[in-house]
């Protein structure tokens, strides 16, 4: 794998928006669940539908890494990368990151009412049928 790719739950609009705006700021490739390849499906976590996940040639990094290193990648962020680099050195900064990324998820529903798009697992083909 040579393209780091973010992989995200395409049945939610909030993750969508993200999904979507993560791929206008970034080469990221974004790939959703319903879409994983077999060898993308075997370097994720079993519980991988628990969080969004960043793949990449170094390694996976799950839940609030992922989305800290997708807004690493990005031009508003890029910049204090090297800030990023030392606050991942200490467990306190770890556990804030993780948790503030699970209380966002816990919470989607509500903040999708604010930024959400649909779903590709939702989008209806010209045929009428799911996607899926």
Known sequence: ????????DDDCGFCTWWADFFDDRTDLRIVGFSDLSEDLLARLPED???????????????????IE???RRTELVAPAGD????LRQFEDYERFRERAYRWVADNRGRLGTYLSKTPPARRKSDDGYSSH
């Open 1 to 8: 794998m040579s393209e780091a790719t973010l992989v995200y």
């Open 69 to 71: 290193e997708a807004f």
């Open 48 to 66: 991988y539908e628990e969080c969004s996940h960043m793949v990449t040639d170094e390694g996976v990094y799950s839940c609030g890494a992922s």
């Open 83 to 86: 800030a990023v680099g030392f």
